[in-house]
């Protein structure tokens, strides 16, 4: 049985993580989970409210931090032994998998600062490589589409597993090097590694930062929503549901050391998600503001998903983006205790670089 037991998920207070944390509880019941999240101005608690106590553990710490995720995999294991020798009836299967999200994740903020990138992102994943070295266990890497660099916005080709690595930001340049570890760390000292490379996700608990958020609570706040250049650019949308899917089939029955690509053919340019936000809000089309393009911006990304379908019958499910996206924008407006402390500094730190 290659299903894990007890599983560490880095960076489970984010917005895949905790998507991905509430869909393993409701999905796998019978996995237990431990959340290790440093809570940067990315990730919140919160976020995890209600997932059942007696299946999640929340340490908030650094993954960089090499004694703490030892201490975290020791005591776990220690711990289950006190319980089974005092007869515990339920006692905790020690951690048998990481499931790493944790990175920071805007490229806009890697271009003000790349310092604390390169520190989570490489140095993070390098901690958790070695301790899954050590502990003989089973990880899986989530990274983005963004390694590959851009396509053009009209050649018909899209991104495969063989496609060259040429990231173009200082954000997925630290992921291209965390991926790269990733293999290495597989090949050299066989640690059971694999990768999924994921186009953009959107759904509840995503960061105002990001693009859909920050135009639904735009609206919500009165402000004008904002558009990068031309918003010529192309994104592949995925819903985060479909993602964590994806990640539980790759983590369960995908091949050790490989990596799938995953996406669910959802391209779409700025603009035109712009509009249809625009109008699912009751706003005029033109009902926004063209600021400074964001510099060395990737064009378009585009997914194919073959590999993660013929290989393990993986299927998004949630195709319909209208209806996604409407869902989503519902959540933002149900939801305005989750996301107006962080509006705010977010605008202005916009403001200040032009955007
Ligand atoms: P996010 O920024 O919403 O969340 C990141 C989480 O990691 C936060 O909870 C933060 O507190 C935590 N974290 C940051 N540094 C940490 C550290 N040093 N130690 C422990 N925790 C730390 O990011 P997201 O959008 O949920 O992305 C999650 C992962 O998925 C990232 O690895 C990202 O590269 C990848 N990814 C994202 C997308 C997307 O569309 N958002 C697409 C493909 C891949
Ligand atoms: O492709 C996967 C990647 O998707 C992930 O690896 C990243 O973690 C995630 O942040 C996302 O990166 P992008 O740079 O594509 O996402 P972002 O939401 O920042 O921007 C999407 C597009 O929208 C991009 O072309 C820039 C544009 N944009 C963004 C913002 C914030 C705007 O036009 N206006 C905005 O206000």
């Known amino acids: 049985d290659s299903r894990p037991h007890h599983i560490l998920v880095t960076g489970g207070a984010g917005f895949i993580g905790a998507n991905f944390v509430h869909w393993v509880a409701r999905e796998q019941p019978d996995v237990r989970i431990t959340v290790l999240d440093k809570l940067t101005y990315a990730g919140k608690r919160e976020s995890l409210d209600g997932v059942p106590a007696d299946r999640l553990t929340f340490v908030r710490g650094d993954i960089c931090d090499a004694g703490l995720v030892e201490t975290l995999l020791t005591e776990a294991a220690e711990r289950d032994g006190a319980m089974v020798a005092t007869g515990a009836i339920s006692a905790m299967p020690p951690i048998d998998a990481i499931v790493h999200f944790a990175a920071e994740s805007h490229n806009d903020n890697s ?127 995925i819903s985060v549901e479909d993602h964590c899917s994806a990640i539980w089939a790759i983590l369960t029955r995908g091949r050790i050391g490989e990596t799938y690509l995953v996406g669910a053919d959802g391209e779409m340019s700025n603009i035109d998600v712009l509009r249809m936000i625009l109008a699912r809000m009751g706003r005029r089309p033109d009902d926004f503001d063209h600021v400074g393009d964001r510099p060395g911006g990737d064009k378009r990304y585009a997914i194919d998903a073959t590999k993660i379908t013929r290989e393990l019958g993986w299927r998004p499910r949630h195709t319909d983006f209208a209806e996604g996206l409407d869902e989503t924008i519902a959540w933002y407006r149900t939801h305005e205790n989750w996301w107006i402390p962080d509006k705010q500094a977010t605008e202005e730190k916009y403001r200040l670089q032009g955007h």
């Open 111 to 237: 271009i003000l600062d790349a310092t604390p990138f390169l520190r989570t992102n490489i140095d993070g994943t390098y901690v958790l490589l070695e301790a899954a070295r050590r502990h003989g266990l089973r990880i899986h890497h989530i990274s983005t589409d963004e390694v590959y660099g851009d396509l053009a916005l009209d050649e018909p080709r899209k991104f495969t597993e063989a496609s060259p690595y040429k990231p173009s930001s200082p954000y997925s340049a630290s992921k291209a090097a965390s991926d790269h570890l990733v293999r290495a760390w597989h090949r050299t000292y066989g640690v059971r590694a694999t990768i999924s490379n994921c186009s953009n996700n959107y759904g509840p608990y995503q960061h105002v930062e990001k693009f859909i958020p920050r135009q639904v609570t735009n609206v919500l706040a009165g402000i004008r929503p904002k558009l990068y250049g031309t918003g010529a650019a192309v994104r592949d949308w």
